[in-house]
């Protein structure tokens, strides 16, 4: 569900201006409006900043791009939330923005020979090993005491390229006129190592020759060029032992220079962030000759918390007053759910957020989504294996709210296959110790006497699904359109509604489930949602009609996917059965089961997804709501 937003304004002496601020964003609930762009000011001037602001806002801005760049060069294991900033705090907001700037760029320029040195080494020990793994491989082939006159190349192919040696071996003998050869030696790697001998006369049609086709040189370093190929594996075999611990010198240098001064940098980060927050947020207010205007959103149990704040510290020189919300005005959206409904505010967020005063899906899709999940794994095995997935992950990324979520999801969909895997009598596939709980939906027993009917119930709940949730749908589109005051648009919905009553009462007369009568009951309905549809869309809204039902087949897929998932665990059973070697027939079973999973995690997901967003969404979700974005510090965020 919404939060309950009210509309504000704050109203005070301009010399109070900055110390409002400073208390709003320390208090973190205001969601700040441009009040100009609102255009129920239009008469007010906005607010501009001072000269001293002005001067400051490119050295903040340049501040914090310079700290960007500082941090993306922290190790990938370095842990900087273990860092007290605390210590550091106040000599920080007391340092010129200027200061802080030639601070931050004496610790890049302190940083930056740290790293080139890093890329150096990396690129040296990258190019050694090349050359390294050339002369290894040719060494054994190469003539004792070859000419001064000739000269060598070398070039590695991968296990793609092999075929084309023969056709580089003729194309140097027509460059060189003969006088070349060419050997070759396998790889560990599948590849073929190759030296090319000629004479230096020939240098530069060879090197022609390889660059027109593409084949790049292994060039040895410049301290080893003349070096011949036995002395210069021995010096190379040297020096790769010594660059690791070059390497790993380097990374300490690294970790103690921002061990050292990381406390600062967060801290700087931190107030730098929030002081250009305040600078950008002066340009949304209003002012006179001797007040300022400040108008916002925030929570509606909020408010009387922010009257007393300011009550307090300014002593009514500051005034709050709640706004009334003319039409038009879209207030921000802040969805406020319990657990476990919150978890699955994430997946409505990624479709959009629902517009102020609408319907939220969220505590629907939290009922549907792991109910259609389930339905479609129905295992006992493989729901406990998503359930242990789902603490693994949530307890690895708890501090990742997003992660966290996932997490959460994922051992809730677990729990509610594995239930579904009762009802079918299902672990790891179809196991005859385990009698399904339902055996009218035993889906995977297909050797059972009524197995078509198995299939067909199986069908029929999926459609059965279709039907609740499409209904559902149309039901909230209703209340949605009621409570927006758009009639035509609850005349449409009620029409839908009855077109399906209509067409199902004559589906249960043909079917023989319904007396005579309900024919014409069923009739009668019918027509009456089609005229409905023609009033309220007019006549070419009727071709919308077949989407409707189009919309309910839609949820075949979730049958079609459950069988595809029986199929996987019978072919696991009938390898297990056919191979007599039990580690191979266990391997076999254990990549069948584990592909089986990983297909049937992801396509259930985006199936799920896609009935939600595509289906059931369509009949009733009101895009446009904008985020409640709260004017706050950096470390609240």
């Known amino acids: 569900m919404h939060t309950s937003m009210s509309r504000v304004e704050i109203i005070g002496s301009k010399r109070h201006y900055n110390r409002v601020l400073e208390s709003l964003q320390s208090w973190g609930k205001l969601h700040m409006e441009h009040i100009l762009d609102s255009g129920t000011r239009a008469s007010l001037k906005g607010v501009e900043l001072s000269a001293q602001e002005r001067k400051e806002k490119p050295f903040r801005e340049a501040l914090e791009k310079l700290l960007c760049d500082l941090f993306s060069?922290?190790?990938?294991?370095?842990?900087?939330?273990?860092?007290?900033?605390?210590?550091?705090?106040?000599?920080?907001?007391?340092?010129?923005?200027e200061e802080a700037l030639e601070w931050v760029r004496g610790l890049l320029y302190e940083l930056r020979p740290l790293l080139r040195r890093k890329e150096e080494i990396a690129g040296e020990v990258s190019v050694l090993r090349g050359y390294e793994q050339l002369a290894t491989a040719i060494l054994p082939l190469l003539p004792e005491g070859p000419p001064k006159i000739w000269g060598y190349t070398g070039i590695i192919l991968n296990k793609n390229q092999k075929e084309v040696l023969p056709l580089l071996k003729q194309e140097l003998n027509r460059v060189t006129g003969g006088r070349s050869v060419l050997l070759s030696s396998p790889l560990k790697a599948e590849g073929v190592a190759v030296l090319i001998g000629y004479r230096q006369v020939y240098t530069e049609e060879v090197k022609g020759l390889l660059a027109s086709k593409g084949v790049p040189e292994i060039r040895p370093p410049e301290a080893l060029k003349g070096i011949p190929f036995?002395?210069?594996?021995?010096?190379?075999?040297?020096?790769?032992?010594?660059?690791?611990?070059?390497?790993?010198?380097?990374?300490?240098?690294?970790?103690?220079?921002?061990?050292?001064?990381i406390p600062t940098a967060l801290a700087l980060r931190t107030v730098n962030k929030d002081r250009l927050s305040q600078?950008?947020?002066?340009?949304?207010?209003?002012q006179t000759k001797y007040a300022f205007l400040i108008e916002g959103w925030l929570p509606s149990k909020e408010l009387r918390r922010l009257q007393d704040l300011l009550q307090k510290e300014f002593r009514g020189e500051v005034v709050t007053n709640r706004l009334p919300i003319q039409d038009g005005m879209e207030a921000p959206v802040r969805l406020r759910n319990s657990r476990p409904f919150t978890i699955f505010e994430s997946l409505v967020g990624f479709f959009s957020l629902p517009k102020y005063g609408t319907i939220d899906?969220?505590?629907?899709?939290?009922?549907?989504?792991p109910i259609f999940f389930g339905f479609i794994l129905g295992d006992i095995g493989y729901g406990l294996i998503l359930v242990a997935m789902g603490i693994g992950l949530f307890l690895r990324f708890r501090k990742n709210q997003l992660l966290a979520d996932v997490g959460l999801i994922t051992i809730i969909c677990g729990l509610i296959s594995a239930l579904f895997g009762v009802v079918y009598g299902e672990f790891f596939g179809i196991r005859p110790w385990l009698h399904p709980l339902i055996p009218q939906l035993a889906r995977g027993h297909l050797h059972m006497e009524h197995s078509s009917e198995v299939v067909m119930n199986y069908l029929g709940l999926s459609l059965a699904f279709g039907v609740l949730h499409i209904v559902l749908g149309l039901i909230l589109g209703i209340y949605n359109s009621f409570s927006m005051h758009h009639l035509r648009h609850v005349l449409e919905g009620v029409a839908k509604l009855f077109t399906l009553v209509g067409a199902f009462l004559l589906l249960g007369r043909y079917s023989g489930f319904l007396p005579p009568l309900?024919?014409?009951?069923?009739?009668?309905?019918?027509?009456?949602?089609l005229i409905g549809w023609g009033v309220a869309g007019g006549l070419l809204s009727l071709i919308e009609v077949t989407s409707l039902f189009t919309n309910i087949l839609s949820y075949t897929r979730l049958m079609a996917l459950g069988m595809a998932s029986v199929a996987f665990t019978l072919m696991a059973d009938v390898f297990q059965a056919q191979l007599k070697n039990v580690f191979l027939a266990t391997g076999v079973v254990v990549v069948v089961h584990s592909a089986n999973l990983a297909l049937h995690i992801f396509a259930p997901t985006i199936q799920c997804l896609r009935l939600h967003y595509v289906e059931f969404f369509s009949k009733f979700f009101v895009l446009g709501g904008r985020a409640y974005e709260p004017f706050q510090k950096t470390e609240r965020r």
Do not use: W
């Open 279 to 286: 600078l950008e947020v002066t340009s949304r207010m209003a």
């Open 73 to 97: 060069y922290l190790p990938s294991d370095f842990n900087h939330n273990n860092h007290c900033k605390g210590k550091v705090e106040q000599k920080v907001i007391e340092m010129p923005v």
């Open 230 to 261: 036995q002395e210069a594996l021995r010096i190379i075999k040297y020096r790769l032992q010594g660059l690791p611990n070059e390497l790993k010198e380097i990374d300490l240098k690294i970790k103690e220079f921002f061990l050292r001064n």
């Open 518 to 529: 309900f024919l014409y009951v069923g009739g009668g309905v019918l027509g009456a949602s």
């Open 361 to 369: 899906p969220t505590p629907h899709m939290s009922f549907f989504f």
